[in-house]
């Protein structure tokens, strides 16, 4: 799914409304009743609404949505923020609409003290004073008025994008609404996908409100959203006539003294991702414990007891991973040059194989075309510099990518793979479960599986990425988050698949 501007995206509407011969109002109507379709989903049981209005298009949907609820038997009541003299034609329509209708109290607000509390907890408030168009700070009453909304501590829905946050670039203010869930059109905007903004943006829901979708996907655009349909599309079904040398010999080299519990993850993850055969190198200390949680893998042995001081003979595999809980030895790190200056088959690094490349970063320059390096952003910090907001550290991982021609797969809440031709496919699966030790093993092991199927570096770290934020989505439909265990993740990939 391809992520659009601000811009862009008015352009989709007024292309979709010459395209299907409608009207801009029918547009608005359409998703108003989105909109509303949702929030009754969300909140069956609650009854009373207070709406804040603008005077622009997203203003319109406010008032519209406002007439949709009262029909459907909800309170509702409407404050219309006076912050300019200038109504948009579809604001102005659906304001008479609303009140032929009869049934809402409208209200205009000159200054905030025309604004009365709202002392019930239960109330809802939905957020449609500014949309999508601004690129300045918010000023003025409706500053005053953002500011009071959020300080009611109530539930907030915005639509489109919580008022006073810019779609395409980092705000430099604060003036920003503080939404529980953001109802957005068609596509999530940019900002809504960086940690830095889920204080304002929630949760969002991306509902269709059927713009021209081949004129969205022929828009200039790095950005992507993957979601289940670019899967299915990448996944390649499984034939009679194959057999374990089809799906490929993967490498993975990882554990050390303590830390064994992460080749076994990784490893485990592996084969359930489809791996033909896996051999793990491992130090010596590992070898019963590796045999007996996993007699579906091979296991070579180090000369070493507890930590990997030498790469293996490469020749025999499709794909090779390193860096579930290797430590950062200097002789592991000697085996880390070799393997990254000998494989010439896909390679996924992790863990402390990237602490290691951050302390000696001239190897940077030997790795593979499309290597796979998967930090978090803390690593990733270590690997370049601090950086003080998601915002930078995307642009640098972005230029990082180009310049050392790799895949970088950023970790976060809407995980991001970073090609090295700039395109960048924030994850659309995951949530709070994944952040538990392990959960990084799992992935790396993963990637390894379908690289050593044959998909491509790219196809391989967007795919598994996908996949292993579904098995924890899958997981929480039945337990708590916090009850989730990096293995319990890797026993949810039966259903996944």
């Known amino acids: ?212 979708e081949p004129f969205i996907e022929a828009q200039a655009s790095k950005y992507y959203y993957t979601t289940s349909y670019a899967i299915d599309k990448l996944l390649v079904p499984r034939t009679k006539f194959t057999n374990k040398g089809t799906y490929g010999h993967a490498l993975l080299l990882a554990g050390s003294k303590g830390k064994i519990g992460a080749a076994i993850l990784s490893a485990k993850a592996c084969l359930r991702s489809g791996v033909g055969l896996l051999s793990v190198c491992l130090p010596a200390c590992g070898y019963t414990a590796m045999q007996t949680a996993l007699p579906e893998a091979m296991v070579l042995t180090d000369t070493d007891d507890d930590y990997l001081t030498a790469c293996p003979d490469l020749s025999t595999y499709a794909a090779v991973g390193m860096g579930p809980g290797i430590g950062r030895e200097k002789q592991t790190a000697q085996a880390l040059k070799v393997l990254i200056q000998q494989t010439n088959v896909p390679l996924v690094l992790d863990a402390d194989a990237l602490n290691m490349l951050s302390e000696n970063k001239t190897w940077l320059s030997f790795l593979p075309s499309n290597t796979i390096l998967t930090p978090h952003p803390k690593e990733f910090d270590r690997l370049t510099y601090t950086h003080t907001n998601a915002f930078e550290r995307l642009q640098t991982c972005k230029e990082f990518a180009l310049k050392n021609n790799i895949i970088v797969v950023l970790k976060g809440a809407h995980t991001a793979v970073v090609l090295p031709n700039g395109q960048v496919f924030f994850n659309s699966t995951g949530n709070a479960a994944l952040a538990k030790g392990g959960s990084g093993d799992v992935l790396t092991g993963m990637i390894l599986a379908l690289l050593a199927n044959g998909y491509s570096e790219e196809e391989a770290a967007i795919m598994a990425v996908y996949l292993h934020g579904l098995a924890a989505d899958k997981y929480i439909k039945t337990y708590k988050p916090e009850s989730m265990l990096a293995s319990d993740l890797i026993d949810m990939l039966k259903e996944v698949y």
């Open 1 to 212: 799914m391809k992520i659009i501007s601000a811009q862009q995206t008015r352009e989709a509407d007024t292309f979709t409304i010459k395209q299907q011969a409608i009207t801009s109002t029918d547009l608005m109507e359409r998703a108003a009743n989105a909109c509303v379709k949702s929030i009754l989903h969300q909140s069956e049981a609650l009854t009373e609404f207070t709406v804040f209005c603008g005077k622009g298009n997203n203003g319109g949907d406010g008032l519209a949505i406002a007439r949709l609820l009262a029909s459907a038997n909800r309170k509702v009541e409407v404050y219309i923020v006076n912050h300019t003299e200038k109504e948009s034609v579809d604001f102005s329509v659906n304001l008479k609409r609303l009140q032929e209708q009869k049934f809402v109290s409208v209200q205009y607000i000159n200054k905030v003290g025309d604004l009365k509390p709202i002392t019930n907890p239960n109330h809802i408030i939905i957020d449609a004073l500014l949309g999508t168009g601004i690129n300045k700070a918010v000023a003025g009453l409706l500053a005053d008025v953002i500011a009071f909304i959020n300080e009611l501590h109530l539930f907030v829905i915005a639509i489109d994008a919580p008022s006073g946050l810019f779609c395409d670039e980092r705000p430099t203010h604060k003036n920003i609404i503080h939404a529980n869930i953001t109802l957005t059109f068609q596509r999530p905007k940019f900002t809504f996908l960086f940690a830095d903004f889920y204080e304002y943006v929630g949760n969002f829901e991306i509902l269709d409100i059927g713009l021209d």
